[in-house]
């Protein structure tokens, strides 16, 4: 499978303050962050490069995952007007907490989720 929606999982050790490019900065809390994402091609590349601490600043989340740890990611079979839907039922589990991050070209109050802690 190299296309369909993914679930990246970051992990920020500190609270620090990070600049969103145009959105302009904001405060991160210590803890874990999702990132609900698709890729309709190269979905292994994109994952790879959200991983990557250097890289050149295109999307939102390139901006907090050059600054948190890559824990590991969920990739989930479907087209990509299932992303909305599915980021819509994180919102109802977990905080958002930059509006608009990652949801730039849809309606969603935003891609990324934040948890203070999570079990596994």
Not at 16 to 24: D, Y
Not at 47 to 73: E, F, P, Q, V
């Amino acid at each position: 499978m190299d296309s369909g929606l993914y679930i990246a999982v970051f992990y920020l050790p500190r609270a620090r303050n990070v600049c969103v490019g145009k959105l302009g900065q904001f405060h991160f809390k210590k803890g874990v962050y999702f990132y609900m994402g698709s890729a309709q091609r190269n979905l292994s590349a994109r994952l790879k490069r959200h991983s990557s601490k250097k890289k050149s600043m295109r999307w939102h989340i390139d901006y907090l995952s050059s600054k948190a740890r890559m824990l590991g990611t969920i990739t989930i079979s479907g087209p990509r007007k299932r992303e909305c839907k599915l980021a819509k039922q994180l919102s109802k589990t977990f905080e958002v907490p930059v509006l608009g991050f990652g949801a730039s070209d849809c309606h969603c109050s935003g891609h990324l989720f934040y948890a203070s802690e999570v079990a596994w």
